[in-house]
């Protein structure tokens, strides 16, 4: 009697050395495209229509349009600033209380901010280069605070926060 392999649900194939893509799904048919038979509109996609622009977007002020969903310099900066104010116990969670001062985590945020800072010097928009410098200022000054303060539980007059 002949072996019969039984199908487990999952193939393991070994592609050490090889780079190897997945192709993308083929585009579905266009349909016919609407125009006179020797304009641009049918040889390949049809024009997108231009941006509209409206006054105090980004577009008629000069600035490049945001891209949602791509993350930005921005972006990283405050998700480190986010990350010390956590260490420093400056924001409360969702159920109202102050998580434990981390200081060691702290700083390491501050250290990689510092180290942004100064290693994208010259190379920042002038939003990038106020918010990274005004947020590692105030975070440092809190650090700081934090370092200088006595210790809880030793603090004269009673009155504890």
Not at 94 to 108: E, I, N, Q, T, W
Request: aromatic letters at 2%; zero cysteines; a negative charge.
């Amino acid at each position: 009697m002949p072996e019969e392999k039984e199908d487990k649900g999952f193939k393991v194939i070994d592609r050490r050395g090889v780079e190897a893509t997945p192709e993308p799904p083929s585009p579905p048919p266009k349909p016919p495209p609407v125009g006179n038979p020797g304009s641009a509109a049918t040889e390949g996609s049809p024009p997108s229509p231009p941006p509209v622009e409206t006054p105090g977007s980004a577009a008629s002020e000069g600035k490049p349009p945001e891209k949602t969903g791509v993350p930005r310099f921005l972006d990283l900066v405050q998700s480190l600033q986010m990350g010390a104010m956590v260490g420093l116990g400056l924001l409360q969670g969702p159920d109202g209380k102050r998580p434990p001062v981390d200081l060691p985590s702290a700083k390491d945020a501050i250290d990689l901010l510092g180290i942004l800072q100064e290693k994208t010097k010259g190379n920042l928009t002038k939003e990038e280069e106020e918010v990274l410098g005004e947020g590692l200022y105030h975070l440092r000054m809190g650090y700081m605070a934090m370092i200088n303060a006595p210790p809880a539980g030793r603090e004269k007059g009673g009155n504890q926060r």
